[in-house]
């Protein structure tokens, strides 16, 4: 079973999310802001990771740039609350593999994740 | 007495000469007999010369002017001493035809053989004079012309010309200075007369530099108003360009321009205002742009969080119902409400605030009792403080004030919902409600987050979020409203914030 990082802040979001992709048989583990997120990187290395953008402690920006400073390549997505093609591009150009706008379908998860693990 | 050959030559000359000169010569005894005259005089008079031998001189004098000729040839028999050519006045000689013209005469005095014989030498400067008339007449008119150029060049500039007389304290101006002064021409115009007109608030600054000009022997140039006799400000450009000094070097004349600038000036400051008003407007455009973009920011966070709550959560009621785990489907229908209560609080605040901007929101004071009040408010909130954190009511004075129960109410549940809301660590909060003599203090303590410094003055902007609140929800409204509504009631609302530390909010309302 493949193993998804889900790192957001927002309890409801979160626990939808874990609930969703669990039902999708996928292995889904939870941190609540950036700085857990990167603690549950380094100890459950996840195949891939969700991340919200505005957190608390450390932002989604930060985890990404913890991301890309380590030599695994685990593919990074996006979950963010803005639909401002500057924050898109940000995310894009800070080298996130995908995004999604909130709220999205469970099919738009699914499909991404699907593209992004095989 | 004999005759030399030598004189007889000298003779022939002479008569030749008299002959053929090409002056009229013409000789009258004491009782003013013409006694001879040359060819070229009688051809000049238009008599034969037999005609005019032996004819009174005055024959050859105007009408008009032959009693005066009398009285001059009189006196001048009196005391003869020759008269030089173009010395004297201007002289008319009359012709055979009566016709007059302009001539020049010189006279000197002989006597011969006991008698007193006066020779008058006539040049006819018809000619010359015409030439002359004709000359003036060209350089009048340039004259003119050069005037009115300059008087018209003066108008168009509003710029008058100054002479002034430092001796006789007097100016002389051209008629554009005078019209510049609302002045007659005739008017005489003292420099202590022109100081009269400076305008107060330009007064001092002229006097210096009149006195620095004079001190230093400098040109002199200002820029100042003056206030006419009519009532009439006008901006005035005056400077001297030249200084004129007497043999030893004592200024005693200043010339220069003065300048009427009032158009210009008004100009400027039209133009200075139009400059003002762009940038008012540049700034208020710009603010609304950053008020759209800040709402745009803000709507969508604020706005998709519990919308993604509500598509997922109604996503898994519809799984689980498939699936037919009824057990778990009603947490998500509780979570699909909550998120439409919050969609529906924003909306709340949206329509506060468009109510507000509009003056729609009514004020209506009552007495109210303010511990029971804030217990209600209090309920209300402590809905939303974490297990470990307590807010605490601390009251003094009256126990009651005459509030707006709704805006009052709606004012403390927005900032105590602040302080917990920017208490991630669950520290205790507290609210201090002081009933004064002559008004209503509330304040409200928490130890969170605090605001930046820097942010401070934009706290109560819309749908502002100072930088280290943008990873917590909110829509930047609600200091907004609160500000709003005390503006309303009259009130005031300020805080102390320390980053890390907290923020303590105070709010007065007039009692």
Do not use: W
């Amino acid at each position: 079973m493949r193993k998804v990082l889900l790192i957001e802040d927002n309890q409801n979001i979160r626990e939808n999310i874990e609930e969703l992709l669990e039902l999708s048989n996928y292995e889904v583990m939870t941190a609540n802001n950036g700085q857990e997120g990167v603690e549950a990187i380094q100890s459950r290395k996840p195949d891939l990771i969700l991340c919200d953008v505005h957190m608390p402690k450390m932002n989604g920006y930060q985890v990404l740039e913890y991301v890309k400073s380590k030599p695994t390549e685990i593919p990074f997505v996006f979950i963010t609350s803005s639909s401002q093609e500057k924050d898109i591009k940000k995310g894009v150009l800070s080298g996130a593999d995908s995004y999604l706008i909130k709220p999205f379908e469970i099919e738009d998860l699914q499909n991404t994740i699907i593209k992004l693990l095989g | 007495m004999e005759t030399s050959f030598h004189d007889e030559y000298e003779d022939a000359l002479l008569g030749v000469m008299f002959q053929h000169a090409t002056v009229g010569i013409i000789m009258a005894n004491e009782a003013g007999i013409i006694i001879r005259c040359n060819p070229y005089a009688a051809r000049m008079f238009g008599y034969e010369i037999d005609e005019l031998v032996g004819e009174q001189i005055e024959i050859l004098i105007p009408d008009n002017l032959r009693t005066t000729h009398l009285e001059h040839r009189k006196s001048y028999h009196k005391n003869p001493v020759p008269r030089y050519m173009g010395v004297g006045r201007e002289l008319f000689a009359k012709r055979k035809d009566d016709k007059q013209f302009p001539v020049e005469v010189s006279l000197s005095y002989a006597e011969d053989g006991g008698q007193k014989i006066v020779i008058a030498v006539v040049n006819d400067i018809t000619v010359r004079i015409e030439k002359e008339t004709k000359l003036v007449a060209k350089r009048t008119k340039e004259l003119a012309e050069s005037r009115a150029k300059l008087l018209d060049a003066q108008k168009v500039a509003q710029l008058g010309s100054i002479e002034y007389d430092l001796v006789e304290d007097v100016f002389r101006g051209s008629e554009q200075l005078y019209k510049i002064l609302e002045l007659d021409s005739t008017d005489p115009m003292t420099f202590k007369k022109y100081k009269s007109y400076l305008h107060p608030d330009d007064s001092e600054h002229v006097h210096a530099k009149i006195a620095e000009a004079k001190e230093k022997g400098q040109l002199f140039v200002s820029e100042h108003r003056i206030i006419t006799e009519k009532g009439n400000v006008k901006h005035i450009y005056t400077r001297t360009s030249n200084i004129i000094k007497d043999a030893e070097g004592k200024p005693i004349e200043r010339r220069g321009i003065v300048q009427d600038i009032t158009a210009l000036k008004t100009m400027e400051s039209e133009l200075r205002e139009k400059q003002v008003q762009l940038e008012k407007a540049l700034k208020k455009e710009q603010e609304l742009s950053e008020l759209k973009s800040r709402f745009v920011s803000m709507a969508s966070h604020e706005f998709r969080t519990p919308l993604t709550t509500i598509l997922s959560s109604s996503r898994l009621v519809e799984m689980h119902l498939e699936r037919g785990n009824l057990d778990k489907y009603q947490k998500h229908l509780s979570n699909i409400q909550s998120a439409v209560k919050n969609l529906t609080s924003i909306l709340n605040d949206f329509l506060s605030l468009e109510k507000l901007e509009s003056g729609k929101v009514q004020f209506n004071p009552e007495p109210v009792n303010l511990s029971e009040f804030a217990s209600a408010v209090l309920e209300e909130i402590n809905l939303l403080v974490a297990d470990n954190q307590k807010v605490k009511y601390i009251h003094s004075g009256d126990k009651e004030a005459n509030i707006d129960q709704h805006l009052v109410r709606n004012i403390l549940i927005n900032l105590l919902s602040n302080a917990v809301k920017y208490s991630p660590n669950g520290k205790d909060i507290d609210l201090h409600i002081d009933r004064k003599k002559s008004s209503l203090v509330i304040k409200v303590k928490d130890r969170g987050i605090g605001i930046p410094e820097e942010q401070h003055e934009q706290m109560f902007g819309r749908f502002f979020r100072a930088d280290n609140a943008s990873n917590i929800q909110g829509t930047g409204i609600g200091l907004t409203i609160v500000k709003r509504y005390l503006d309303i009631m009259q009130g005031s609302i300020s805080f102390k914030s320390k980053l890390n530390l907290g923020t303590t909010f105070i709010v007065e309302i007039p009692q």
